[in-house]
């Protein structure tokens, strides 16, 4: 598909949110194609998920490196091998390295369900940051697509969406009606790099006006 902004997913799971972007990639409504999957996880349900809508799928296991840092290099690798213009971190469980993050410098996102700066940071995934927003008792909670940097979670933000806490939710109820939002942003953001509209100023992403 010429033309085609080719994203790179990392995941570690189940990849609902990489199965919305292959979705609306198929259907038209996002300018990009899914180039690769790569997964730390052997059994992760997001390289069947790829496999199934023939997109390269990759497992690169952290065992098979001396250390960290061999299989950053390799993850990197892979990711240039298939041409791969913006990296997409979705549900992916190992803290952003260094080294791919100067790799692919403004070029890498990443989605966290809650609205950012609350609820997030190291050891906060899943419905532990759900059970978070809970337990602290706020009435609004949602997601945030950020660029990634060398801080979890403290890239400058792209899109935030909104979901409401409802008196009867549970980290699981709770976790559903905000992946509703999450599987919206993160296509938005992606479709927003592929028309050129994002620009970095320090703290901030600046969407630039559609061209006509």
Request: hydrophobic letters at 45%.
């Amino acid at each position: 598909m010429p033309g085609k902004l080719k994203v790179g997913v990392l995941v570690s799971g189940g990849g609902t949110n990489l199965q919305a972007i292959i979705d609306r990639a198929a259907d038209g409504r996002l300018d990009a194609e899914v180039a690769i999957v790569i997964s730390d996880v052997a059994d992760a349900f997001a390289l069947e998920r790829a496999r199934r809508a023939g997109i390269h799928a990759a497992f690169i296991n952290p065992r098979d490196f001396p250390d960290r840092l061999a299989f950053n290099r390799a993850v990197i690798q892979k990711l240039r091998d298939h041409g791969v213009e913006l990296v997409a971190l979705a549900g992916y469980l190992r803290i952003t390295s260094d080294e791919l993050v100067d790799a692919f410098a403004g070029r890498i996102m990443n989605i966290h369900p809650s609205l950012v700066p609350s609820f997030c940071g190291k050891g906060m995934h899943g419905l532990r940051v759900h059970q978070a927003a809970l337990d602290y008792g706020v009435k609004v909670t949602g997601c945030t697509v950020h660029f990634a940097t060398k801080q979890v979670d403290a890239g400058p933000i792209i899109i935030q969406r909104t979901a409401p806490v409802l008196d009867d939710d549970t980290a699981e109820t709770l976790s559903e009606r905000v992946l509703k939002e999450e599987h919206i942003a993160y296509s938005e953001a992606i479709q927003l790099f592929a028309e050129g509209r994002l620009r970095i100023e320090g703290r901030r992403v600046r969407v630039l006006p559609a061209k006509c």
